[in-house]
């Protein structure tokens, strides 16, 4: 597979154990990924300080693409690509409608709820973005996203421009612009980098990489995923907690 120019993949339960860790098996499969010139980008549902702060140390280099925030964000070269946030006013008013808030990401910092997360073991603590707050009750500045718990899904009728994030593995929601997705964010990507998407090879396991398996010229999805990724991928490789993407990028790539 020579035509491919740039491996997009999803990290929780995909590049990643179910522990969060990744193996230095998989880092080196992408630093040679990335010597034979191919490009290496990150699209995950967390904030892009996860990979910035967290996982770029692991590595010991960034990624030469980062979306983030559920495809609110997409940075390439350290320069935003392509950003939808929810404006401040619409987040604050949805938020009212909220059971609970758990964490907020806007570009100038991360907030999380003490209560919601087990604050000494959370990645984001100590980091200089990070607020530590005992409740969220609203926000001075735009969002990339925040997550939550809805009660009344009717609620999101009154947001049109908004939309709601599930997962197949936790019991919450994340709600962003309703164009913030991991494929709209990787089209400003491809637009910047001139490449097309048979060019592209993309790795997922959830809800929000259907799209991208599908559309890229490539599309594997892991043993560990959902059916809804498997049915529109064009492989599917081992598990996670195998070095599954690696593997097959090693096969079929290196």
């Known amino acids: 597979m020579s035509h491919v120019k740039l491996i997009v993949t999803d990290l929780d339960n995909t590049l990643l154990r179910r522990d969060k860790t ?3 098996y998989t880092i080196d499969v992408l630093r040679r990924v990335r010597e034979r010139g191919i490009k290496v980008a990150f699209a995950t549902a967390r904030d892009f300080r996860y990979i910035t702060e967290h996982l770029a140390p692991m590595f010991g280099y960034l990624p030469d693409i980062i ?18 946030s929810i404006p401040v006013a619409t987040a ?28 000494t073991e959370h990645w984001s603590v100590g980091k200089p973005n990070t607020v530590v707050a005992e409740s969220i009750d609203g926000v001075t500045e735009d969002v990339l996203f ?3 718990t809805i009660t009344d899904d009717v609620i999101l009728a009154h947001y049109p421009n908004i939309r709601c994030v599930t997962y197949s593995d936790v019991n919450w929601s994340t709600f962003v612009h309703k164009e913030a997705t991991k494929q709209n964010a990787l089209a400003a ?10 060019e592209i090879a993309a790795f997922g396991d959830d809800f929000s ?5 599908r559309e890229c010229g490539v599309g594997v ?8 990724c498997k049915s529109v991928a064009d ?5 996670c907690d195998d070095d599954g993407a690696a593997h097959w990028i090693e096969e079929n790539l290196l």
Do not use: Q, W
């Open 22 to 24: 990744i193996s230095d």
């Open 67 to 84: 979306v983030a925030d559920n495809g609110a964000i997409a940075r390439y070269d350290g320069m935003n690509v392509f950003v939808r």
């Open 92 to 119: 604050n008013a949805l938020m009212k409608c909220v059971e609970r808030t758990r964490a907020i990401s806007s570009e100038s910092k991360y907030i999380i709820r003490e209560s919601e997360h087990k604050v």
């Open 146 to 148: 925040f997550d939550g």
């Open 189 to 198: 990507v491809i637009d910047t980098l001139d490449i097309s998407y048979p």
């Open 209 to 213: 990489d259907v799209e991208m398996l």
């Open 221 to 228: 999805a892991m043993s560990n995923a959902i059916d809804e």
């Open 235 to 239: 492989y599917v490789c081992d598990d």
